[in-house]
C-alpha cells in the first residue's frame, strides 16, 4: 500500500478486503503486512488477496443510474443506426449461410455494436442497445 498513495479509510477498506479475501482477520492481515516488511516471507495466498484489493480500489466503482457499469453511452440515433445494420446482417447471413461476405459483415457490424456500448460479447452488446433505447424512449 505503500506504493499506492491513498487516505487512511482507503487503506483500511483495502487492508480488510485483502484480509476478507485471504481468511484472516484484518489485525493477522496487517501483521502478516508489517512482518512481511521485515523480510519474513509473506504467503504467497496472501500476497494474492492484497494484490487483488489493491487492483479493486484501483477501479472506479461505476456511476449510480448507468447502464451495467457504462458510465458514457452513444446517442440515441447512433445506437439505432448500429443495432439496426446489425440484424440486416444477420438476416442477409441467415438467408445466405455460406456467404463469406454476409459473414464479414455481421462480424463488423458486430464489433461495432459492442464496441459502441463497451460490453464483450454480442448478446451484452445487443441487450445493452435495447436497454438503453427503451430507457431513452
Keep these: 500500500m505503500a506504493m499506492t498513495p491513498c487516505s487512511r479509510r482507503d487503506a483500511k477498506r483495502i487492508l480488510a478486503l485483502a484480509a476478507e479475501s485471504a481468511h484472516l482477520t484484518p489485525a493477522a492481515m496487517a501483521a502478516t503486512m508489517v512482518a512481511g516488511s521485515h523480510g519474513v516471507p509473506v504467503p504467497k495466498h496472501v ?4 494484490r487483488g484489493a ?6 472506479p466503482a461505476p456511476p449510480s443510474g448507468t447502464l ?9 440515433p447512433r445506437t439505432e443506426q448500429v443495432l439496426a445494420e446489425f440484424r440486416k446482417c ?4 441467415a ?10 459483415a455481421l462480424d463488423d457490424a458486430a464489433y ?14 445487443v441487450d445493452a442497445a435495447e436497454q ?4 431513452s424512449a
Design 132 to 135: 438503453h433505447l427503451a430507457a
Design 112 to 125: 461495432t455494436l459492442c464496441v459502441l456500448l463497451g460490453r464483450t460479447t454480442v448478446h451484452e452488446a
Design 47 to 50: 500476497e494474492r488477496a492484497l
Design 95 to 104: 438467408a445466405a449461410p455460406s456467404d463469406r461476405s454476409a459473414r464479414q
Design 68 to 76: 451495467r457499469g457504462v458510465a458514457l453511452l452513444p446517442s440515441r
Design 54 to 59: 489493491m487492483e479493486a480500489a484501483r477501479t
Design 90 to 93: 444477420q438476416a442477409l447471413l
